[in-house]
């Protein structure tokens, strides 16, 4: 009888000692973690859902394999039932969360400016933004339009970016003559690059663009949500793997702007921007840096103007700046003296005319690892091995940096930069 | 005494019953699991270093949050110390691993057939691959040349694919004309066919590529190892993300060949194929399958062909057909009448009506799912829901399907299958 009270007591006590060990563990349990990720990943998705309305002609096979859990889960190996029918299709997307990385994020944005028309294009481009980079960051993306963006914009960009997608229209008056300018005298300028075949140069909506990007853009009301932007156009291509956030590395290394590509602007397009940026340094000489980046932008001090410029259809760079005191003086004089109508001014040289005269040289970055195409020009980083290391597959006698309409050995000198081993052979 | 015994007792028995529970939970620790998985990763990715050869100018941020472990890891969220060296470049190759699919691989491979010229542009379709397929499954990469491939194509090649990669010379008994071929009469059909401009007629290479891939791809030692392939040509594009084992599913729905895109071949480049087909089905009667795809070819029963062919620049199938009795058996017919020299006969029409008639018609996949592009057609999946759900980029008006020249229409009439909805918007 004892001994039968014994045994009885040593099983309710092994028997609660398992119950404790098991709610201990399970409270633990990686497969919460695990949960919340595929929450995480999913709420930063657009909604997708799958279809089977292709596969008609065969029986699709049990999938109990076909379903591919990530070898690093914890044991989630046996499927929910459900999943076991026939019916689903093989394509389930979204059944590989991707990699994404952990950590905090930057307050930070892709942005587009694009028409309705562009939407292909631009389709291409989030692809390789994704692909090389934001598939594991899940940045958001705004879209600015002239014009209302339609459903098929919104149905096919949310589908493909990772992070959160918002679209903007552009406000009237950031996109029309100011009153103070003569329009005849724009037209008649219009006319007259037509007949000299300045590219764009007849181009009313081009000039509206370029004073838009100029002036505006970091002040749509989207925007001010951000202290980051990485600017992206339709039709760019990126050529090596990008495994680090570009927006914390800025952040972190107090850079405020950046580039990948540097080229000679045509003087036609603005003959008179830097008489316009030398009456703004004469009105602010507080505002331009020291230790400023002018002999990237002039060879005689300040006099004139070398015309070298960054090529802003790509940037990576900080809101906060383009949207301070210094930067909206100077556009507001170039606004003033109407260079963008009575010539051409780009947006690619105001940016960069600014960033060299009112930011420190340290504070502009030449994103070397970020290999990019932009049609008509390519950066392809100088170097097999490091092509290798990153996995790009650009091709190196595309590389313009050291061509000579470039402007990037020019910023390794201002910048006591050494020349990556092997330019020589890459001056194409 | 007794009392205190039997306390004993019981913290014996509990400890005794935390050991066994530990030892039980302690074998399954998915760590293990994540190791191994590592483990496989690796020894599939090629060897990549990483470079500090950029970033001179500025020191570089704590790396504790920048290095950014997978959320679904367990526990691996403390970083080796030696990762905290300021030394190292924010960008480092491989510090996210990517989700690769668990479960058991086919046995299977890409194939591509390549000059040393071709890298940049196969590197662009390895690209193709990788992101919307391969990087998930990390399946080979078999490489062929007439040529000995040098150590930029290998070097770029290996870089880009996710699986092994394998470099194969073609022997030069597979590359040039048997023994039986008339070259002055191949001579005078290609001056002819200059004359007429036929594309690629007056080419001598096109012709031994063709009837490399009509014959002997599969035979090559390197393949041999395999029962599958996926052939990439240079410079294709993929638009849909693949979330599935395309190998495993021909494999278990009993598929041996596949195709995106279909079309009509030009006659001239195929005027006795037929002939020589309906010579190889009178002597191989019991090689020509019951309930094939006859109709496809032939609008008589098979007294004339259509010239509808897959377009075979894309392909997943199986080798061992290819490698088959009948396929042989027709091949040297084919090799025989010498029609690859004394007309131009194509690949695609020559794995057509192989896979046409050999094949029961159930036997032949179209991948829809598989958004597809090859100078000069796409293939661009029907239904904007589908497109969205696969995450597609493709220009739904640049779909080939349904234009007069393709034969899919007849595909699906062939094999009662139902056009999907709305492919009468979408006749380009």
Redesign the interface.
Known sequence: MAGTQRYI??IL??F???II??FI?STSD?RD??QS?TD?IKSHS?S????R??????????LD??R????????ARTLPSALEDTDTT???????????????RMNATFVTLARNSDV?EI??S??QVE?RFNR?YNYDWVFLNDNEFDEQFK??TT??VSGKTKYGTIPKDHWSYPEWIDQDKAAKVRDEMREKKVIYGDSVSYRHMCRYESGFFFRHPLMLDYEWYWRVEPSIKLFC?????TF??MA????KYSFVISLYEYVETIPTLWDSTKRWMEKHPDQVAEGNSMKFVSDDGGKTYNHCHFWSNFEIGNLNWLRGQAYMDYFDQLDKDGGFFYERWGDAPVHSVAAALMLKK?EI?FF??ISYYHVPFTHC?T????R????C???PSENFDWNGYSCTKRFFEV?D??L??GWQQEQH
């Not at 997708?48 to 279809?51: E, F, G, R, S, Y």
């Not at 591919?68 to 044991?75: A, F, H, K, R, Y």
């Not at 793997?241 to 956030?245: A, E, F, G, M, Q």
């Not at 972190?252 to 850079?255: A, H, I, Q, T, V």
């Open positions: 007591r040593y006590i092994a609660l000692c398992l060990v098991y563990s990686p973690q695990l990720a995480y657009g997708l859902t799958a279809h309305d292709d596969e008609d002609e065969a029986p699709l096979p049990g394999d076909e591919p859990p990530i070898p690093l889960e914890t044991g093989p394509n389930k997307p979204n059944e590989l969360p991707p990699a994404v990385a952990s950590g905090e292909w389709a291409e989030i692809r692909d594991k149905r096919v589908a493909l793997d990008i495994n680090y956030d914390k590395f972190e290394n107090k850079k340290e970055h070397n690892d980083p170097g097999d091995d490091f290798m290391d990153h996995k597959h650009c091709n910048n930069m050494e990556p081993k």
